[in-house]
């Protein structure tokens, strides 16, 4: 099997969400925190640039909303850190 670059950036990116979302699940991770939506943004940017290959505008909506998504959930997580060291 010969992949494209743009191939392994998707496998990549689907790792990713998949690490994520196990981290998650077995509690290793905070669903609240930074690393969770950081982890998701990279993976849906990763899935996006596979895209390059052979597009599909349903996958493209819901990686271009997982990346909006996560980075809510990164500036969120990075607000509530700031407050809790502000209070510190």
């Known amino acids: 099997m010969n992949l494209a670059w743009y191939d392994v950036i998707g496998l990549l990116g689907t790792l990713l969400i ?16 930074v690393l969770y939506p950081t982890l998701n ?7 996006l640039v596979s895209l390059l290959g052979t597009f599909n505008l349903s996958v493209f909506l819901l990686e ?6 996560s980075a809510y959930g990164i500036w969120q997580g990075l607000k509530s850190r700031r407050e809790t060291r502000d209070r510190a």
């Open 18 to 33: 998949l690490a994520a979302y196990f981290l998650l699940q077995v509690r290793r991770i905070d669903g609240n925190g």
């Open 41 to 47: 943004l990279f993976g849906a940017a990763g899935i």
């Open 64 to 69: 271009a909303a997982w990346i909006l998504v």
